[in-house]
């Protein structure tokens, strides 16, 4: 539950941001993408529907399916990531006004991420980073 209220306030504050366009933060184009955004979403789907559909299963036992938090192998982990997606969203919208690069953003949060998943044992980085 604590994750799908993380997503919401992430969801709602850049919902402000886009509306409200505090002064000095351009993001005047984001209202103008929201229709090809759409459509490229629909797009994406849509092919993959077409490629997947024969693996789709009609009908399922929902039985079957594990709890949700039986899916995750590191909870600290997962509820982590959202504050961490959170402050890059936030970085990603800040670049701008700071005039610092996307790159050195995503660098710092990729850094974080690897720093916070070091002692996970579910995490297979190693032969990631190598390939």
């Known amino acids: 539950m604590f994750s799908v209220w993380i997503a919401f306030l992430i969801f709602a504050v850049t919902l402000t941001f886009v509306i409200w366009q505090p002064k000095g933060l351009n993001i005047g184009w984001s209202t103008r993408m929201i229709v090809p955004n759409f459509f490229s979403l629909g797009a994406s789907l849509l092919v993959l529907y077409l490629y997947f559909k024969n693996d789709i299963p009609k009908q399922y036992e929902l039985s079957s399916l594990k709890q949700p938090h039986e899916a995750l192998k590191d909870v600290r982990l997962f ?42 044992t579910a995490t297979i980085k190693d032969k990631k980073i190598k390939s």
Do not use: K
């Open 79 to 120: 509820r982590l990531s959202w504050v961490i997606l959170g402050i890059l969203l936030t970085g990603y919208l800040l670049n701008e006004v700071i005039a610092i690069p996307v790159s050195v953003t995503a660098g710092i949060a990729a850094i974080i991420f690897m720093l916070a998943a070091r002692s996970e």
